[in-house]
Antibody, heavy 115, light 107 residues
Framework: QVQLQESGPGLVKASETLSLTCTVSGGSISSYYWNWIRQPAGKGLEWIGRIYSSGSTNYNPSLKSRVTMSVDTSKNQFSLNLNSVTAADTAVYYC?????????WGQGTLVTVSS | EIVLTQSPATLSLSPGERATLSCRASQSVRSYLAWYQQKPGQAPRLLIYDASNRATGIPARFSGSGSGTDFTLTISSLEPEDFAVYYCQQRSNWPFTFGGGTKVEIK
């Protein structure tokens, strides 16, 4: 059974960089798309971007100038960096697997941006 | 960006009743639409993909239909564990987008 686990700081200062890592267990990271999706408290879901195991990426245009994703196949991990954060970036961040659908999800991690 | 509009925002029903949820796209997404269920404090769970295909392990009481711009998720007979928020999501165009959600609550 594939499992995903997000890790990273739960508190980030405004204007700094949010960095999260997703560790995949129970299966290989190779030959799949891996995604970051976020959800502000009490609100809907936003697809941040996706990365293929080869390293090719697609970013949401609304965040493209601030987002970088990377993958480390040797560690079965992929990562998200979001720079110049503001309070609007406060959300639960999920990592998930899937090319177009997200069939496996991490439990989510709350990241709060402080001023 | 494709906008998905879900209706109603809230559906108040009793266990055993039929639930019908709607998702309308701002332009055609062909059959590239999925449905997810989310319970409080949990990640979303994939229910339906490509408009009408149940994901692995999803009970038969969940069914999806539609194509183009109009889609429906039907829960034939609500079980207590089905009360949750449901989201639709399209993968026709990047960026992939979600609808605003429909909350199915106990009447």
């Amino acid at each position: 059974q594939v499992q995903l686990q997000e890790s990273g700081p739960g508190l980030v200062k405004a204007s700094e960089t949010l960095s999260l890592t997703c560790t995949v267990s129970g299966g290989s990271i190779s030959s799949y798309y891996w995604n970051w999706i976020r959800q502000p408290a009490g609100k809907g879901l936003e697809w941040i971007g996706r990365i293929y195991s080869s390293g090719s990426t697609n970013y949401n245009p609304s965040l493209k100038s601030r987002v970088t994703m990377s993958v480390d196949t040797s560690k079965n991990q992929f990562s998200l960096n979001l720079n110049s954060v503001t309070a609007a970036d406060t959300a639960v961040y999920y990592c998930a697997r899937g090319q177009g659908w997200a069939d496996y999800w991490g439990q989510g991690t709350l990241v709060t941006v402080s001023s | 960006e494709i906008v998905l509009t879900q209706s109603p925002a809230t559906l108040s029903l009793s266990p055993g009743e039929r639930a019908t949820l709607s998702c309308r796209a701002s332009q055609s997404v062909r059959s590239y639409l999925a449905w997810y269920q989310q319970k409080p404090g949990q990640a979303p769970r994939l229910l339906i993909y490509d408009a009408s295909n149940r994901a692995t392990g999803i009970p038969a009481r969940f069914s999806g239909s539609g194509s183009g711009t109009d889609f429906t998720l039907t829960i034939s007979s609500l079980e207590p564990e089905d009360f949750a928020v449901y989201y639709c999501q399209q993968r026709s165009n990047w960026p992939f987008t979600f609808g605003g959600g429909t909350k199915v609550e106990i009447k």
